[in-house]
């Protein structure tokens, strides 16, 4: 049996927490509380998917979650993406304004380009618009040329200001996922803060070569695409699954301070007849507890920068 080389265990980027130089980790239940509005004690930022799936995907470097799958023209999977923003979406928007809710809205820039009367009501509404690459083909990976990210981003936040009259202060990459140089450009491009990093219950601060980014993390787990398209269960699975996260983390914050509760959703998967009346009905019990604060992420990020200066 050979020895193992102990070269093969020394790595120069070994550290506490992450391998990484971003931030210095810390202990979620050790932080200095947080102190949201109004005495709130749980902020629930809602994010709503808004996306627009080319008929003919890309794999480089690699395929969207939810993107066409069987021979093209694939209008099956296109038509019930399609149904979300023809209809789904529009459910959607009358359940947030039922009970008052504003919400962030990651957009495709395609979504500003093939159909700007979208945009138009989001703003209306009063809601955020978050930018969420040019299309669901714009995926980001490492391997991808630096140029050709910072471009991508560029024009994913010149189409939606050019629509919106704002320049989305929020990024939320395809599937969350990144290359090495995602944080210093997006904060090259002047991003305030970004949705994909999901370590943890609360916002935090990253430091890049260009300047520093807040991490809104936005879970997975509790997303409805996992949680009803992957997982296979109902929306009254979903919306008791989002009641069970509120009360513990009510629990934690008689200790330890104000927590996050992110809800990531889906037009064409809660938007649906048969879904949608749970949604409602999961909004209506939130925004009737004392200590949940319903806010769009810029509002969230906000407190977070006010509080650390």
Do not use: C
């Not at 149904?83 to 359940?95: H, M, Q």
């Not at 209306?124 to 990976?141: L, Q, R, Y």
């Not at 391997?143 to 200001?161: F, Q, R």
């Amino acid at each position: 049996m050979m020895a193992l080389d102990p070269a093969y265990l020394a790595y120069p980027r070994r550290a506490r927490g992450m391998d990484h130089d971003l931030y210095d980790w810390s202990n979620l239940f050790d932080r200095e509380s947080m102190i949201w509005p109004d005495g709130k004690t749980v902020a629930v930022p809602i994010v709503v998917s808004l996306e627009w799936f080319p008929i003919v995907p890309t794999d480089k470097p690699f395929r969207a979650p939810g993107h066409m799958q069987t021979a093209y023209p694939d209008y099956r999977h296109y038509t019930s993406r399609e149904y979300g923003t023809r209809v789904g979406f529009y459910r959607l928007l009358d359940a947030f304004a039922k009970v008052g809710a504003r919400v962030a809205v990651a957009a495709n820039a395609a979504i500003a380009d093939r159909y700007p009367s979208i945009i138009a009501d989001i703003v209306d509404a009063g809601h955020e618009i978050v930018a969420h690459s040019t299309d669901m083909n714009g995926t980001i990976a490492t391997g991808l040329d630096p140029a050709e990210e910072a471009a991508l981003i560029a024009a994913s936040l010149d189409a939606l200001e050019r629509v919106s009259g704002t320049r989305p202060t929020g990024w939320l990459s395809i599937a969350r996922s990144q290359s090495w140089n995602t944080p210093r450009l997006l904060a090259e491009a002047g991003v305030a803060y970004m949705l994909d990093w999901v370590n943890d219950d609360l916002p935090y601060a990253m430091r890049t070569a260009a300047g520093p980014i807040l991490n809104l993390p936005l879970n997975h787990e509790l997303s409805d695409r996992q949680i009803i398209t992957v997982q296979q269960q109902s929306a009254e699975s979903y919306a008791t699954q989002i009641r069970d996260a509120y009360n513990w983390l009510t629990t934690e914050t008689e200790t330890h301070g104000g927590r996050m509760l992110p809800l990531h959703i889906t037009p064409y998967i809660l938007g649906l007849p048969y879904r949608i009346g749970a949604f409602e009905e999961l909004l209506g019990w939130l925004t009737a507890q004392p200590g949940a604060w319903l806010a769009p992420a810029r509002d969230i990020i906000r407190t977070v920068d006010k509080s650390k200066s």
